[in-house]
C-alpha cells in the first residue's frame, strides 16, 4: 500500500469518525440547544419586550352567532345576528373576516354590506369581511331572512354551525416592538439596590458559611470512631432531601406560634416573646451602648443554605482529604510539628484546589438559589434576592419583561463570575 | 496550661451540655415542661473534671464506674435532689434514666476528651491535641443535632393533632394509645382527601422518565467525548459544565412563554423534555469520565470483531460502567424528584401536580401544620431510602464525576 492511499484510508477512517460523535451528540446537542440557549437568547428578547402574562393568550377574534324573531311558520320574519369583537385589549387584528355555513329553507331579504352569500356544492355559506379591527374593536352584523321551510331552519340549527374565523393577529412575542422600559423600571426602583445587595449578602455568607462548616465536618469524619459511616450519611440528609420537605420543616420548627425553637426559647427564659424568625426583618442589638440592626430573616436564610449546602463541601473535602497520603503526616510528627500546625501547612495547601473551586461553584450556585428564599420566607422580610426578584416581576406582578430584565440583570453578573472562575480555578481540581 | 485546668473545663463544658442537650430531648419526647438551668450540671462537670484530672492515667473499669457515680451524686446533691424537674413532672424511672445518661455521657466524653493527658503542664503538642479533641466532641455533637433535629420535627409534628401542637409546641412525643390509625391520620387523610397517590405517581413517572431520557442520550453523547476524535472535543468536554451554571429562573420565563404559547405547558411532557435538559450535561460530565477510564484495546478488539460501534456502546462499555451508570440514574433519579422550580411554574391541573407542586399548596392556613409534616415526610422518605440504599455509589459517583447545586 502506498503512502498516499494510506494516509487517505486514514483520512476515511478519521472522517467517518468524526461524523459518528457529531450523530451521537446531536441528540443531547439539539435538546440542550432547545431548552437551555435558545431561551437563554429569548430571554434577552424579552427583556426589551413590553411583554405580561395577559399577553401570552394571542388575540383572537370572538363571534357569538343569535337568532331574532320567532321561526315557526314559513312566512316568518327573523334575523341572524353575528357579534363580534377583538379579544385583545392591547393588539389590532388585520384582515379580519367570518364565514359561516347557513342551511337551506330560508331567503334572505336583507344582508350587511360586507357580507357576501356564495354557494358551493349546493351549501349556503355567508362570508363577512371585517377588515381591520382596532384592539377592543366589536361590531354587529345583521341578516334579515325570510322563513320558507320549517323544518330545515331553526335556532338550533342555525347555531349548529359554528362560524370560522381568519384574521392575522400580531404575535407580541414574535413582533418587532421593542422598549427599554423594562430595565429602566428594574433600574430606577428604590428597591433593586437593596435587591442587589441582599442577593450579595446572602451568596457571600451563605457560601463562606457553608464551606467553613464543610471543612469542619470534614475534620471530625476523618477521624475513625464507630458509628462513622451511619453519621456521614446522616450528615448528607440536608443536602439530599427535597428542599421542600427541608424548608418547610425549617419553617415549622421556626414557626412563632406552634414552633418548638420558640417554645424551648420562652421556656429557657431567652426570650420575651416569640420571635418570627422568617418573617421579622431586623432587630435592634445594643452591645455596648451601640446599636445595630441585626437582620432577622436574612440571616434565618443564610444559615439555611449554610445547612443545607454544608454536606456538598464536606463530602467533597472529605475525599481530598482522604487522598492526602499518610506518611507526609508522619514525616510531620518525626518533626516535632503539631496539630494545628499539621493541619495549616499540609492538609490546607492540600485541599487548596479543592476549596478554591467548590467556593466558586457554590458562589455561582448560591447566587442562582431561588427555591430556598422563596420556599422559606417568599422573599419577604428584606430577603428578596434576585433570583426571587425575577419571580416577583415576571409572575406576582405578572410583567414578563420586566422578569427577564431582572434575568438578564443575573445573567451580566454570573458571566462575570464564570470568567473569573475560568481565570482562576485550579488545573488539578476535580 | 496545665492538665488540671483542662480536665475540670473539659468536665465543665461537657456535662452542662449533656444536661442541657437531655433535657431537650426530655422535653421533646416526654412531654414535660422541664427547666433548662444549668448551673448544677456546669459545678458538678467542674468537679468531675478535677477528679478526672487527678486520677490518672489508666481508664480502668472502676475508675470509669466511679467517674459516672461522681457525677451522679454531684448532680444529685447541687440540685437539691432534683437534677431534671424540680416541679416532679416526670416519674421515677424517667427521673433515674436522664440521671445515669447524664453521668455517664458527660463521665466517657470527659475521658475521651482529656485522654492522655497529665495533670501538669502541657506542652504545646499536648495542649493542642486535647483543644482538638474537645472540638471534635462538640462539633460531632453539634453536627448531629442540628442535621437530626429538623427531621425529627418533621416526622413528629406529622404525627400530631392540630389541637395538641398549638397547646404545647414542645410535646413531641407519640401517644401510643392513639392507635395506629389515630396516629397516622395526616398520612390517610393526605391519600383520602388531598389526593397523594396521583402525586405520588406523577412524581415517579416525571423522574423515572427523565432518567431514562437523561441515559439515552447521555451515554451515546458521553461515549463520543470520550472516545472518539473530533475537532470541538477538548471544547466540548469543557464547556459541557457550564451549562449546568446558567440558572433555572433565566430559563423559566422564555421556556413559559414558549410552552404557554404551544398549549403544552400544563403537562408532565413539558417537565419530562426540560428536566433531561438541565440533567444530561451533568451526566455525560459524570460518564465521560467513567468512560475515559475504560481501555481502548476492548473497543479495538470489539471492531476487529465486526462489532459496529453502536454495539461497542451497549455491549460493552455500558456494562462495563454499570456503577457510574447506576449513580447517574440514582443522582437524575433525586434531582427530577426533588425539583421545585418549573413543577411549580408550569403545572396548574391538580390532577398533574407533583410531590414538590402538591406540597406547595398545602402551606396554607387552613391546612393544619401536620398535613404539611406529613406531606413532606412523604416526599422525603423515598429519596432518603434509595440514597442510604445506594449511598456507597452515590457519593464516589459525586465525587468523582461532579458536583450539583
Known amino acids: 500500500m502506498s503512502r498516499t492511499s494510506r494516509s487517505e484510508f486514514q483520512g476515511v477512517l478519521a472522517r467517518r469518525e468524526k461524523r459518528l460523535a457529531y450523530l451521537l451528540l446531536l441528540p443531547t446537542f439539539m435538546l440542550v440547544l432547545a431548552i437551555v440557549l435558545l431561551p437563554l437568547v429569548a430571554n434577552f428578547w424579552i427583556s426589551f419586550k413590553p411583554v405580561t402574562l395577559g399577553d401570552l393568550r394571542p388575540p383572537s377574534l370572538i363571534i357569538k352567532e343569535a337568532a331574532r324573531g320567532t321561526i315557526a311558520a314559513p312566512g316568518d320574519a327573523f334575523k341572524i345576528e353575528y357579534r363580534f369583537r377583538n379579544s385583545s385589549m392591547k393588539y389590532p387584528l388585520a384582515e379580519a373576516s367570518v364565514r359561516d355555513t347557513l342551511p337551506d329553507g330560508f331567503t334572505i331579504t336583507a344582508l350587511d354590506p360586507a357580507c357576501d352569500i356564495i354557494s358551493e356544492a349546493g351549501a349556503r355559506s355567508i362570508i363577512c369581511t371585517l377588515g381591520d379591527l382596532d384592539a377592543k374593536a366589536r361590531g354587529k352584523l345583521v341578516i334579515e331572512a325570510v322563513l320558507r321551510d320549517p323544518l330545515k331552519v331553526s335556532k338550533d340549527i342555525l347555531k349548529a354551525s359554528k362560524p370560522e374565523t381568519v384574521f392575522t393577529a400580531q404575535n407580541v412575542m414574535t413582533s418587532f416592538d421593542f422598549t427599554i422600559e423594562n430595565f429602566e423600571k428594574v433600574f430606577s426602583a428604590a428597591e433593586f439596590w437593596n435587591v442587589l445587595k441582599t442577593s450579595i449578602y446572602y451568596t457571600v455568607f451563605g457560601t463562606a458559611g457553608a464551606l467553613l462548616f464543610g471543612l469542619f465536618a470534614a475534620q471530625i469524619m476523618q477521624k475513625t470512631f464507630p458509628g462513622r459511616s451511619v453519621i456521614r450519611g446522616l450528615l448528607l440528609f440536608p443536602y439530599v432531601a427535597p428542599v421542600i420537605a427541608v424548608a418547610f420543616s425549617w419553617v415549622v420548627l421556626f414557626d412563632p406560634f406552634s414552633g418548638v425553637v420558640n417554645a424551648m426559647l420562652l421556656q429557657a427564659g431567652v426570650a420575651e416573646g416569640p420571635i418570627n424568625f422568617f418573617g421579622q426583618r431586623k432587630v435592634d442589638i445594643s452591645v455596648f451602648g451601640l446599636t445595630i440592626e441585626f437582620p432577622v430573616a436574612l440571616s434565618m436564610v443564610i444559615l439555611f443554605e449554610v445547612w443545607r449546602y454544608f454536606p456538598l463541601s464536606f463530602l467533597f473535602i472529605l475525599a481530598r482529604m482522604q487522598s492526602i497520603p499518610a506518611d507526609i503526616y508522619e514525616a510531620a510528627e518525626m518533626d516535632g510539628a503539631t496539630p494545628f500546625q499539621q493541619f495549616w501547612f499540609l492538609s490546607l495547601p492540600f485541599i487548596a484546589g479543592i476549596l478554591a473551586v467548590l467556593f466558586l461553584l457554590r458562589f455561582i450556585w448560591t447566587f442562582n438559589k431561588f427555591d430556598d428564599i422563596f420556599l422559606l420566607t417568599g422573599g419577604n422580610a428584606g430577603t428578596r434576592t434576585l433570583t426571587v426578584n425575577v419571580y416577583e416581576q415576571a409572575f406576582a406582578i405578572s410583567n414578563l419583561g420586566a422578569g427577564a430584565a431582572v434575568a438578564v440583570v443575573i445573567f451580566v453578573f454570573l458571566l462575570i463570575f464564570s470568567i473569573i472562575f475560568i481565570r482562576f480555578s485550579p488545573k488539578d481540581a476535580g | ?405
Open chain 2, 1 to 405: 496550661m496545665t492538665g488540671m485546668f483542662a480536665s475540670a473545663l473539659t468536665g465543665f463544658v461537657w456535662v452542662a451540655l449533656w444536661h442541657l442537650v437531655l433535657t431537650m430531648t426530655a422535653i421533646l419526647t416526654m412531654g414535660a415542661a422541664l427547666p433548662l438551668a444549668l448551673g448544677p450540671a456546669a459545678l458538678a462537670g467542674l468537679v468531675a473534671g478535677v477528679f478526672a484530672g487527678f486520677q490518672r492515667p489508666a481508664s480502668s473499669r472502676n475508675r470509669r464506674i466511679a467517674g459516672i457515680a461522681l457525677i451522679a451524686c454531684l448532680l444529685f446533691g447541687f440540685s437539691l435532689g432534683a437534677p431534671f424537674d424540680p416541679a416532679g413532672l416526670l416519674d421515677v424511672w424517667q427521673r433515674v434514666l436522664l440521671l445515669v445518661l447524664a453521668s455517664a455521657a458527660g463521665w466517657l466524653s470527659i475521658e475521651k476528651t482529656v485522654g492522655p493527658a497529665t495533670a501538669g503542664y502541657m506542652a504545646r503538642y499536648a495542649a493542642e491535641e486535647f483543644y482538638l479533641r474537645l472540638l471534635w466532641g462538640l462539633g460531632l455533637m453539634m453536627f448531629v443535632l442540628i442535621v437530626a433535629v429538623p427531621f425529627y420535627v418533621m416526622v413528629m409534628t406529622s404525627l400530631k393533632s392540630q389541637q395538641s401542637l398549638l397547646i404545647n409546641p414542645l410535646d413531641l412525643s407519640i401517644d401510643y394509645s392513639l392507635g395506629v390509625t389515630r396516629l397516622l391520620r395526616s398520612y390517610i387523610e393526605l391519600f383520602t382527601d388531598y389526593g397523594f397517590m396521583t402525586l405520588l405517581i406523577n412524581s415517579a413517572v416525571v423522574s423515572v422518565a427523565t432518567v431514562i431520557i437523561t441515559l439515552l442520550f447521555s451515554v451515546p453523547g458521553a461515549y463520543a467525548v470520550a472516545k472518539l476524535r473530533f475537532p470541538g472535543r477538548q471544547w466540548l468536554s469543557g464547556s459541557v459544565l457550564l451549562i449546568y451554571l446558567i440558572p433555572a429562573i433565566i430559563l423559566v420565563i422564555p421556556l413559559y412563554a414558549v410552552f404557554s404559547q404551544l398549549g403544552m405547558r400544563n403537562s408532565l411532557f413539558a417537565l419530562c423534555i426540560v428536566y433531561p435538559a438541565t440533567t444530561i450535561p451533568v451526566a455525560v460530565y459524570m460518564l465521560r469520565g467513567y468512560f475515559a477510564g475504560l481501555p481502548s484495546d476492548l473497543d479495538d478488539a470489539g471492531l476487529m470483531d465486526g462489532l459496529s460501534r453502536l454495539q461497542i456502546i451497549t455491549r460493552i462499555a455500558m456494562p462495563l460502567s454499570m456503577p457510574a451508570i447506576a449513580s447517574v440514574a440514582l443522582y437524575v433519579f433525586m434531582i427530577a424528584w426533588n425539583e421545585f422550580l418549573f413543577a411549580f411554574m408550569f403545572l396548574d391541573d391538580v390532577k398533574l401536580f407533583t410531590l414538590s407542586r402538591g406540597i406547595v399548596s398545602l402551606n396554607s392556613s387552613e391546612v393544619p401544620r401536620q398535613h404539611l409534616m406529613a406531606g413532606a415526610v412523604i416526599a422525603t422518605a423515598p429519596v432518603l431510602f434509595l440514597f442510604l440504599w445506594f449511598e456507597r455509589f452515590l457519593v464516589s459517583g459525586l465525587t468523582a464525576g461532579s458536583v450539583k447545586g
